[in-house]
């Protein structure tokens, strides 16, 4: 009678002991490469006066843009796939594609919860906002709420604020002494607008960074910036630990931990870039950066010393461990993948006016940074 070949080794542990070394070491050296990875633009965070930086920013952001949208498709979908797919699974997990469903359903979940956030959070914005102008004399208008598409032009005392990309604020505080002017003077796009020769709106408003901030009012742009950035950091600390968990446990240990320090450091650019263009009132602009780059940090290593600990237990090719990972890196490729098309892609080149009057070169330098990062990605994706 002919032999049949092995299935696949389903449900057996690979505690690797002769690494346990250089995978308690690798807590540290991902502990290092994260955080640096994620700190390294909100440390460089330009000033006007400072070009050489500011093309180092730009750099970062956009090849950080690229790693991210790499990284829904080639490190996370594709795994999914396989993992929802394994022989070792049975019943519904064969008979239907489970990974770009649960990716769809992550994507309209994201699109509800941020737009019933913003909703919601605008209303308490138009309140909060109402109040404070109220309490100090101020006229609120007819509507009650300094609205972020532009301020009643009869008071004498307003924010002029204009949205950026992918959701600043440029404020520019316009107090009685120029209440003066005309409105076509006011509303001049010159009047409000800096350089345009820079490639992203951070830069060119940094001689009016922290004007607006510091009124302690957030423009409805600035809400839907921060909830953006809000939902990237969930997809990529969520991301994280799985990658830290699968590292610890891993027969292929020594390839995958170059590939995974490489992957970490990139994508902590990304996400370090979009922290550092949060503009936040008062002291959070400070250090609400700071703690998502450390949060973002510490997660990998949290992933792998979990491994660690259930090393002689934890099966990745057990059935309910193929699926609980199929189902997180599905979910996780969701949230990065509308993360990455929606807030960063099409915010940063669509509707980013600034990018319409740029140089071609600039242009050209900022596409071919993203495609750089998601390039080395994909190409990451070989080993990972």
């Not at 299935?7 to 490469?33: K, M, Q, T, W, Y």
């Not at 060119?204 to 809400?223: C, M, T």
Request: glycine share 10%; charged share 15%.
């Amino acid at each position: 009678m002919a032999d049949h070949p092995p299935g696949p080794p389903c449900g057996h542990p690979h505690p690797h002991e002769d690494l346990l070394n250089l995978r308690i070491a690798s807590v540290f050296v991902l502990l290092v490469a994260s955080t640096a990875g994620a700190l390294f633009p909100i440390l460089i965070r330009p000033s006007k006066n400072s070009r050489h930086l500011s093309l180092l920013f730009d750099f970062a952001k956009y090849f950080g843009s690229g790693v991210i949208i790499a990284t829904a498709f080639v490190h996370l979908l594709a795994p999914s796939f396989a993992s929802l797919s394994s022989e070792c699974l049975h019943g519904t997990w064969q008979q239907y594609q489970w990974a770009p469903a649960l990716a769809m359903m992550a994507v309209f979940a994201l699109f509800f919860a941020e737009l019933f956030a913003f909703r919601i959070g605008t209303q308490r914005l138009e309140r909060l906002q109402a109040a404070k102008y109220d309490t100090h004399g101020h006229n609120v208008g007819d509507h009650g709420a300094m609205a972020a598409h532009g301020p009643e032009m009869g008071t004498p005392s307003v924010a002029l604020a204009e949205p950026k990309q992918p959701g600043g604020v440029e404020a520019i505080e316009l107090n009685s002494a120029a209440a003066g002017k005309s409105a076509a003077s006011i509303t001049d796009p010159k009047a409000v607008t800096t350089s345009t020769a820079d490639l992203d709106l951070e830069r060119a408003r940094e001689g009016h960074h922290g004007h607006g901030a510091s009124l302690g009012v957030i423009n409805h742009a600035v809400l839907a910036h921060l909830v953006g950035i809000a939902i990237l950091e969930f997809g990529v600390v969520f991301h994280s630990v799985l990658v830290g968990l699968a590292l610890a446990v891993d027969k292929e240990f020594r390839a995958l931990f170059i590939v995974i320090t490489l992957h970490q450091t990139f994508e902590g650019l990304g996400l370090g870039a979009r922290l550092a263009s949060l503009e936040l009132p008062g002291r959070y602009q400070r250090w609400v950066p700071l703690c998502g780059a450390l949060m973002y940090g510490i997660t990998t290593p949290i992933g792998i010393a979990v491994g660690l600990a259930v090393r002689g237990t934890y099966a990745p090719d057990a059935p309910i461990a193929s699926v609980v990972s199929g189902i997180f890196d599905a979910i996780s490729a969701g949230i990065l993948l509308y993360t990455g098309l929606v807030e960063l892609l099409a915010h940063e080149f669509l509707f980013n006016p600034n990018m319409s009057r740029i140089s071609n070169k600039r242009l050209l330098f900022a596409c071919g940074s993203m495609m750089l990062g998601a390039a080395l990605m994909a190409l990451l994706g070989r080993w990972a």
